[in-house]
Structure formats: structure tokens, C-alpha cells
């Protein structure tokens, strides 16, 4: 890789939370729970999803992509980590940072497009529910994942190859936990303007417009959900939304905070803790945001518990 760009550099040097010295131990074990938990929690989504009669409808059957694309998410980053935590040898050959990258921006753009494909379904179901069979039959149902996995694709190649084929010859110091696409375009020697403004623009296709596309959704929802009478009909659809909503605001709240804040707006010691909470803890929380706030969920759960006890 490093033949290949002509840098001469032969390793990235993640500093990640050195700077904690010995506590990094303690880290580990908090990182390596929330990593348990979040497989546990999203593989049990995955299975019930998939054996459960109940849960074939295309709300579940995006809620189970879901659940894929955060263990790949997560796994991307967090095993790295761990060892790096636990040996505190943090460095990374340019082949294994551009891997890194790679999945993890085909990931996080696919996530991002997959949670605007849940929001459509939410806004069919509500303010078209006449049309929904039509509107979210099986063959767009998977034309939606497939698309999600597909713009992933693209973005992550076109952003990854277009960083590394630029030059490295000075500091190899990644003030992260992770090869994140901006940080390590930084580190390139040269003009990195357009790199940046690169970065900007795929963050408003792939970040904000979704999100813009997410809120449209709902506040059209909103406006039909004012029109129903009943107070009863009006907390089914809070209940059914809100659980998705909150799933939203957590990834893309995270994720604006991380890549829309100026340059020198926050300390590297909040960078580290954006990029935990949005590549390590929120994975863990939408199985629980999933479970514990949806009825038919729980359902399937205690059918299943209930079967087999």
C-alpha cells in the first residue's frame, strides 16, 4: 500500500485513549460488554424476525437488515480496538486502515439509507394505508436494502481510494480509535481542500438528506395522525414510530455533531467520545429501543421463551 501511493509510509499510529494509560484495561471491559451485548441483542432481533410468522411484514424484515448492518458495523470497529486496548500497540499497516475505512463508511451510509427506507414504510403505512400493500410489496422491500447496501458500496470506494492515492510523507499519528475518513485525509501532505470539501458534500447527500427525507416523513405522519379522533388510534402510531424516531435521532444526531462541527470547534477528547458513541454504544441501544418499546416484539420473544422452556 505504501509502494502503491509512493508515501514510504508503513504505519498508521492510532493514539485512540492512550492518554488513559493504565485505565485502558478497565475500557476494554466496558468496550468488550457493550460489544457482547449488542451481538446478543441484534442476532436475537435477526432470529426472531426471521421465525416468527408474526414479524414478517416489511417493518421487521428492515429492522432485521438493521439489526445485520450494525453487528458488521460494530465488528468493523471494535475488535481492533479491543486490541489495541488491551496490547496498547495501536498500530496499523495503510492496507488494514483502508479495509477499516472502507467498511466502515459502506456500513454507515448504508445504515443511514436503510433508516430512511424504515421511515417511508412508517409514512405508507400511516398516511397511505390503502396503497401500502402496493407501495411496500416484497420486490421494493428488497430493492430498498439493496439500494442502501449499494450506495454504501459506492461511497465507501469512491471516499476511501480517493484519500489513499494521496500523499503521505509526514506525521502518522491518528488521533482516533479508528481510521475515520476525514481524520486520516488530514495527515495527507499536500492541498487537502477539496478532500474536505468532498467529505462535506458526502456528508449532505449521505447524512443530511436522509435525515431531511427521515423528518418530511414524519412530519407528514404527524399531520395525519392530528386528523384521527380517537386519542387510542393516536398513541398506536406514537408507539410505532417512536421507536424508530429515537433510533434516528441517536445515529444521525451523533453523526452531524461528529463530521458538520468546524474544524476547531471541539478537543480531540471529544472526538474520541463521538466516535465511541456513535460506531460502539448506539449499536447497543436499538435492540433494546426495538425490544422493550414494542409489543409485538416482546411477543414473539415470550412465544418463543414460552416454547421452548
Known amino acids: 500500500m505504501d509502494d502503491a501511493n509512493g508515501t514510504g509510509m508503513t504505519e498508521f499510529i492510532l493514539l485512540g485513549f492512550s492518554y488513559l494509560g493504565t485505565y485502558q484495561s478497565a475500557l476494554f471491559w466496558e468496550v468488550l460488554f457493550v460489544y457482547l451485548v449488542t451481538l446478543l441483542g441484534n442476532s436475537?432481533?435477526?432470529?426472531?424476525?426471521?421465525?416468527?410468522?408474526a414479524l414478517s411484514t416489511p417493518m421487521y424484515f428492515f429492522l432485521r437488515h438493521l439489526s445485520v448492518i450494525e453487528i458488521l458495523y460494530t465488528t468493523t470497529i471494535?475488535?481492533?480496538?479491543?486490541?489495541?486496548l488491551l496490547f496498547s500497540h495501536p498500530a496499523m499497516s495503510p492496507a488494514s486502515c483502508f479495509t477499516q475505512m472502507y467498511f466502515f463508511?459502506?456500513?454507515?451510509?448504508?445504515?443511514?439509507?436503510?433508516?430512511?427506507?424504515?421511515a417511508y414504510d412508517r409514512y405508507a403505512a400511516i398516511c397511505q394505508p390503502l396503497h401500502y400493500a402496493m407501495l411496500m410489496n416484497q420486490q421494493v422491500c428488497v430493492g430498498m436494502v439493496g439500494a442502501s447496501y449499494l450506495m454504501g458500496i459506492i461511497t465507501g470506494t469512491t471516499d476511501s481510494i480517493f484519500i489513499f492515492i494521496l500523499p503521505f510523507h509526514g506525521t502518522n499519528i491518528v488521533h482516533n480509535f479508528l481510521c475515520d475518513d476525514l481524520v486520516v485525509l488530514r495527515l495527507a501532505n499536500g492541498d487537502t481542500f477539496?478532500?474536505?470539501?468532498?467529505?462535506?458534500?458526502?456528508?449532505?447527500?449521505?447524512?443530511?438528506?436522509?435525515?431531511?427525507?427521515?423528518?418530511?416523513?414524519y412530519v407528514r405522519i404527524l399531520i395525519t395522525i392530528l386528523g384521527v379522533a380517537s386519542a387510542q388510534?393516536?398513541?398506536k402510531v406514537f408507539s410505532t414510530c417512536s421507536?424508530?424516531?429515537?433510533?434516528?435521532?441517536?445515529?444521525?444526531?451523533?453523526?452531524?455533531?461528529?463530521?458538520?462541527?468546524?474544524?476547531?470547534?471541539?478537543?480531540?477528547?471529544?472526538?474520541?467520545?463521538?466516535?465511541?458513541?456513535?460506531?460502539?454504544?448506539?449499536?447497543?441501544?436499538?435492540?433494546?429501543?426495538?425490544?422493550?418499546?414494542?409489543?409485538?416484539?416482546?411477543?414473539?420473544?415470550?412465544r418463543k421463551v414460552t416454547k421452548h422452556l
Not at 105 to 118: H, N, P, S
Not at 194 to 217: D, H, Q
Open 233 to 235: 388510534g393516536r398513541q
Open 78 to 84: 471494535v475488535p481492533r480496538m479491543l486490541i489495541d
Open 44 to 53: 436475537l432481533i435477526i432470529t426472531l424476525t426471521l421465525l416468527d410468522p
Open 194 to 217: 477539496w478532500g474536505e470539501v468532498g467529505n462535506v458534500v458526502l456528508t449532505l447527500l449521505f447524512i443530511m438528506t436522509p435525515f431531511a427525507l427521515i423528518l418530511f416523513s
Open 243 to 302: 421507536s424508530h424516531l429515537l433510533v434516528v435521532t441517536l445515529f444521525f444526531g451523533t453523526a452531524t455533531l461528529a463530521y458538520m462541527k468546524p474544524r476547531s470547534s471541539a478537543t480531540q477528547d471529544m472526538d474520541l467520545i463521538l466516535s465511541l458513541f456513535y460506531t460502539v454504544v448506539t449499536p447497543m441501544f436499538n435492540p433494546f429501543i426495538y425490544t422493550l418499546r414494542n409489543k409485538e416484539v416482546m411477543g414473539a420473544l415470550r
Open 105 to 118: 463508511a459502506l456500513f454507515g451510509i448504508a445504515e443511514c439509507c436503510l433508516l430512511t427506507a424504515m
